[in-house]
């Protein structure tokens, strides 16, 4: 219900006349906007999860990918019908000609299979470990977000550069994990070969 609050705003503001003198821009910043949020927001999810040890959060970051991809599909329709009136030969030319389009169509296309395969269903016929590969693709959709509102704002980047900054600290965090982790398998794995050459085969 709170991820919904900003669409209810938005369609408030639009039925009582409140989205300014531009109202389809004020749409269309602020569906793309949240859909970046939610996207961090999700990505969180696990390290805090890690670091609180709140397992239960774990149930929220299906249902916050799903909702940044729904804000996602608004930021796009925006874009293609109050913007464009889906002139595909001006869609194009501004995927083509304006890089911050061509970046958010980037990121757009690399959580469509993410948002396909997040059934239950997907995730056994992928496998556990397949469908894990698959969905840190989140990580790359979310930075080519970032990337795409940095180069839209132009001068005052400082919004993008938050968000680049939780992405970052984000990605620090899974990599130490990794890391610590690999390391932790190749102690173990060291100490067993130990283990066997003092005392051979058990």
């Known amino acids: 219900m709170l991820a919904l609050v900003p669409l209810a705003r938005l369609v408030a503001g639009v039925f009582t006349d409140r989205l300014g003198a531009n109202p389809i821009e004020v749409i269309t910043r602020a569906t793309g906007e949240w859909t970046l949020i939610l996207l961090l927001v999700a990505l969180t999810v696990t390290p805090l999860r890690r670091l609180t040890g709140l397992n239960w ?22 874009y293609l019908w109050l913007d464009q009136f889906f002139d595909l030969a001006a869609i194009a030319k501004d995927i083509v000609k304006r890089p911050f389009i061509t970046a958010g169509f980037t990121a ?23 469908w894990l590969a698959l969905h840190r693709l989140a990580y790359v959709a979310t930075a080519i ?16 550069l938050f968000y680049a900054v939780i992405l970052a600290v984000l990605l620090a965090m899974r990599l130490a994990w990794r890391r610590t982790a690999a390391v932790a398998a190749r102690r173990s ?7 066997r050459a003092e005392y051979g085969p058990r």
Request: hydrophobic residues 55%; aromatic residues 10%.
């Open 108 to 130: 757009f296309l690399l959580l469509l299979p993410l948002a396909i395969t997040s059934t239950d269903a997907m995730v056994r016929r992928l496998g556990g470990r397949r």
């Open 189 to 195: 794995a060291a100490q067993a070969a130990i283990e």
């Open 145 to 160: 977000g970032v990337v795409h509102y940095w180069w839209l704002v132009k001068a005052d980047v400082r919004e993008p």
């Open 57 to 78: 959060l774990l149930r929220l970051r299906r249902m916050l990918g799903l909702t940044a991809f729904f804000y996602g599909c608004l930021h796009l329709v925006t």
